[in-house]
């Protein structure tokens, strides 16, 4: 099973709430959810946030729109990504980001099959905005077991690029140049502008902000 785990939390330091900001008539987390579910490659998909009652609001956005959702340390996020895989019973985790509203379908399936055909431990997408991260569940089970530097416990994929592993960056897609997550209210402003001012597939549209 390849599961795509969505790791969201309402507590970001530099724009609060992020997740569940609207773009283009729906929050950036559904957009994500999306583009999971539009994946040919994967076969489950679960939103990871945290025990803390500021998360509520993501349990109660996805309990009413059919998301299903796990919940582990708000801190801990590799903890709680091994614990989401196991209780799911994934082979393969495809770890997505809800403040990566542009990824879609293609860019995820594209980077999983990179992954499955080269037989990688880690392969990360490195496109700013189009973040896709795809290891095996015994991979994680090891990253959870020997990761014990508090920045390889909350930033998940971190320990994967220490030399223990053999990992590899991607570029898809290729033509798109610049910062496209969204961290702060002015990144938020020049995502919205450009998912409501054209469509995902108009790369230069894209390249022009």
């Given at each position: 099973m390849i599961l795509a785990i969505i790791q969201a939390r309402m507590t970001s330091q530099r724009l609060p709430g992020k997740v569940l900001k609207e773009i283009a008539g729906k929050p950036m987390l559904q957009h994500v959810v999306d583009a999971a579910m539009a994946a040919e490659t994967i076969d489950g998909v679960v939103v990871a946030t945290s025990t803390m009652g500021s998360d509520l609001p993501i349990l109660e956005y996805c309990y009413h729109n059919d998301i299903e959702t796990y919940t582990g340390p708000l801190d801990d996020v590799l903890e709680r990504f091994y614990r989401t895989?196991?209780?799911?019973?994934?082979?393969?985790?495809?770890?997505?980001t809800g403040d990566c509203p542009l990824v879609t379908g293609d860019v995820i399936d594209r980077v999983v099959k990179l992954h499955l055909a080269a037989d990688f431990d880690y392969t990360k997408n490195a496109v700013d905005g189009y973040d896709v991260e795809?290891?095996?569940?015994?991979n994680l089970t090891k990253a959870a077991k020997l990761a014990t530097k508090p920045e390889d416990r909350e930033h998940v994929c971190l320990f994967f690029q220490n030399g223990t592993f053999d990992w590899v960056d991607c570029f898809i897609p290729d033509d798109i140049v610049g910062k496209y997550s969204v961290d702060t209210e002015e990144d938020f402003e020049k995502i919205r502008g450009v998912m409501e001012g054209c469509s995902q597939n108009q790369r230069g549209c894209l390249n022009a902000h």
């Open positions: 895989a196991k209780f799911y019973g994934a082979s393969y985790i495809v770890r997505l795809v290891f095996s569940y015994d």
